[in-house]
């Protein structure tokens, strides 16, 4: 089997940083025969086998251009790929993709929703009408060329895809029809096609278009392409979920709102009562939020579908112990008012605000030997480090290193 390549060194090279400040959420980015062709023809090979296919669906245009998509028995993708449509099929339980699912799963991690990765195939001018998405998508192309016409995001982050129908943007379900609105308030028209570029992927090829990007999609003979996509993340869901929490504790919250018989007139005199109330609580609620509760609500949503690392015996700490981070996808430092907060995959542990400046340190040292951290902080001795390392390692943050591990 092939070497996984990273979607990193594929989308973000050589600058990581410029990629999710310029790039990632704004506009497209073309990559040029990134993909080694072995990886290629091996995901083809599994396409061509039929292996670890999720749902499955066949789409088409028609002759007004609007794009039709129904669930496709396996039995019936060659029959279906023959008649003009393109098969797009859920691959995410694919094991050469786990890797790059993961990694988008730390790009973007997401408590609601997990990556996913579809595999798209069609012949010659078969593809997608104009649409937007309300994912991320990485395109990696497999076999064949596939011609796309893209735009940058027109609409910041939507969270509902949209269309257009009878030649206006409109959103799909779950809005199915109501028009998108700009960024500035008024609806979108229709895609300039001054505002359109055409790229032509090529086996190896990459493609990376944002959530609100206008793109449709056209087959040049056979074509094979995987998109990956993260699970959305947005700051409202945040917001809203510490929200959530907090206020659903409240009985006053939980009960429905009655209106009582039908008829015309004033809202009832207990929904006024209760809304009020509401009002005056929220308020309340907000007043009390501040930047280091949403942090560690952040830390937690992140982690939240993470499974713990899998860790090798947790040992006795000695000074000559070697440690590493237990998960390679790191933890989350958040530092409060009175203590320090250390999110990772087994949940959250709070700390002495005394120990701020030995976890910097610690998030910036994947590998140490145990006594290393005495010279990161002056005020620790050895058996108050050696406490704090053998409870890192206890809890799940540190892992005793394996002989051949190198991180």
Known sequence: ??????????????????????????????????VPPQWTNERAARWHARVDLGPVDAASVDALGVQHQHACAPDAIDERLSTQHTICADVSRDPG??????????????ASEPPFAKLYASHEQAGFAMHMDAHHVFVLQLRGHKRWTVSDAVVTAPLCGGKLLAGQPVHVWPHEGDPIVGDDGVPLQAPNPADLR?????????????PGAWHATAARGESLAISMSPGRAPLLRVVMALLEQEL??????????????AGAGLVAASIRRALDHAVSELRAVVHEVDGVLLQRAWAMTAFA??????LAARGEVRRSSVLVHADPRGFVL??????????????????????QRFLVALGAHPRMRADEVLSWD?????????????????LGVLAMADAGDRR
């Not at 993709?97 to 997401?110: F, G, M």
């Not at 055409?198 to 944002?210: C, F, H, R």
């Not at 579908?305 to 899998?310: E, G, P, T, V």
């Open 305 to 310: 579908r993470l499974q713990a690392a899998q």
């Open 1 to 34: 089997m092939s070497a996984t390549p990273t979607l990193a060194t594929i989308f973000a090279a050589p600058s990581p940083a410029q990629f999710f400040d310029e790039v990632f959420g704004v506009r497209c980015r073309h990559v040029v025969g990134a």
């Open 248 to 261: 659903v504790r409240r009985p006053a919250w939980r009960r429905d709102l009655v209106r009582g018989p």
């Open 378 to 394: 002056p005020a620790l001795d050895w058996d108050g480090a050696r406490e704090l390392l053998q409870a890192l390692v206890d």
């Open 198 to 210: 055409v790229v032509e992927l090529a086996p190896g090829d990459g493609l990376y278009v944002p």
């Open 334 to 355: 958040v530092v409060g008012d009175q203590a320090c907060h250390v999110s990772f995959a087994g949940g959250e542990i709070e700390l002495p605000l005394v120990a």
């Open 97 to 110: 993709l786990a890797p790059l699912l993961d990694e988008l799963a730390t790009w973007v991690p997401s």
